[in-house]
């Protein structure tokens, strides 16, 4: 199974939402490690394709996100969960899109380091 990194905030801002959206973003998590894929799981746009998705989670008139990326070899890293606060649009903010890519940005160099002391 290919391990879990947390990137930044991640696993605490994860442990804050509340126990139905815990359990299905960590089912879906186990999928990405396993190889397969949770079915509310799909692409964030301006990502440039599946290596990066999103999985939305709706419960009690809120909804909350989980990204994560399978694009390195080494491991499923957790990029951001956030609770989304815009009233109107399904878009994700520029804020947490900012945060994302310097996320992704420290996976890469995480995968490169690793990939670097496993030769």
């Known amino acids: 199974m290919t391990p879990l990194v947390w990137i930044g905030s991640s696993l605490e801002d994860l442990r804050s939402f509340p126990d139905a959206v815990k359990r299905v973003v960590g089912y879906a998590l186990y999928l990405a490690q396993t190889g397969d894929k949770h079915p509310d799981a799909k692409p964030l746009k301006g990502f440039g394709g599946a290596g990066v ?3 939305p989670v709706d419960t009690e008139g809120k909804t909350y996100r989980m990204i ?3 694009i390195f070899p080494n491991a499923v890293y957790v990029l951001h969960a956030f609770q989304k606060k815009a009233k109107r649009g ?8 900012d945060l994302i890519r310097a996320r ?7 995968s490169e380091q690793e990939g670097a002391s496993n030769t």
Not at 90 to 97: E, F, G, M, N, V
Not at 104 to 110: E, I, S, T
Request: charged share 20%; no cysteine; hydrophobic share 45%.
């Open 53 to 55: 998705l999103e999985v």
């Open 68 to 70: 994560y990326t399978v």
């Open 90 to 97: 399904i878009a994700t903010s520029r804020q947490d899109l």
């Open 104 to 110: 992704l940005q420290r996976a890469q160099a995480h």
